[in-house]
């Protein structure tokens, strides 16, 4: 079955400084990704999503931007950070689009 | 705006008793799914519905679907203190959005034992 890798677990950052959020994939190939966001006590709001290597869909406009630079990796980075980039980024994948399989999740603090 | 809302927020119940959440959305569904959330983790899939399906069966858990009031619950019967989490429907409207989730703001739910 899929694993999702997703690290840091936390991250504590300055504001104005640069983020680089790293997922992978195994067991599959060839999956949809995603990167939502999720503020404390409240649901998931979807950032971007993927169906293939540099197919990269923006959901929101924001400060970040995501890149697939291979086939079961996607990462989330942004140049500058806002105090509103602080929340939970977890990592998602799916080759059914009817199950997601979500990944441990980073836990970002902007300060 | 999100699709999906959940009731009650929160709910707190006995080791053994069921528990019922609920979901309501607004748009046509091409399905509806129920995700679990353990405190600063990831989300696991637990069951989903098709938008032609009523009901639906999975060990503990049964998920109900009512189209025409956009409205789903989940019921999770004898709980236990490990069913303790949060709870999220999720609604896939299909066509070119398939695959893409919106979650609604989840249940959480705490079983005391």
């Known amino acids: 079955s899929q694993t999702i890798h997703q690290w840091p677990a936390t991250l504590v950052q300055p504001v104005g400084s640069p983020l680089s959020l790293e997922c992978t994939v195994e067991g599959t190939s060839n999956p949809n990704l995603y990167w939502y966001r999720q503020a404390a006590g409240r649901g998931l709001q979807l950032l971007f999503y993927?169906?293939?290597?540099?197919?990269i869909s923006s959901e929101v406009p924001q400060n970040l931007s995501a890149s697939r630079p291979q086939d079961r990796q996607f990462i989330l980075s942004s140049k500058k950070l806002l105090l509103s980039d602080s929340g939970f980024y977890l990592c998602?994948?799916?080759?059914?689009?009817?199950?997601?399989?979500f990944g441990s999740g980073t836990q970002l603090s902007v300060l | 705006s999100q699709q999906g809302e959940e009731d009650p927020q929160a709910l707190s119940i006995q080791e053994g008793e069921n528990a019922t959440m609920n979901c309501s959305y607004k748009?046509?569904?091409?399905?509806l799914q129920w995700y679990r959330q353990n405190s600063g983790r990831g989300l696991v899939h637990l069951i989903l519905?098709?938008?032609?399906?009523r009901e639906k069966h999975s060990g503990r858990l049964r998920v109900t679907l009512d189209t025409s009031k956009k409205s789903s619950s989940l019921l999770i019967t004898a709980s236990r203190a490990a069913d303790t989490a949060s709870y999220f429907c999720?609604?896939?409207?299909?066509?070119?959005?398939?695959?893409?989730?919106?979650f609604g703001q989840g249940t959480i739910l705490t079983v005391h034992p």
């Open positions: 519905i098709r938008s032609n399906e």
């Open positions: 748009t046509s569904i091409n399905n």
């Open positions: 999720a609604t896939d409207v299909g066509g070119t959005s398939y695959g893409k989730l919106t």
């Open positions: 998602a994948c799916t080759t059914t689009r009817e199950k997601l399989f």
């Open positions: 993927s169906v293939g290597i540099g197919q």
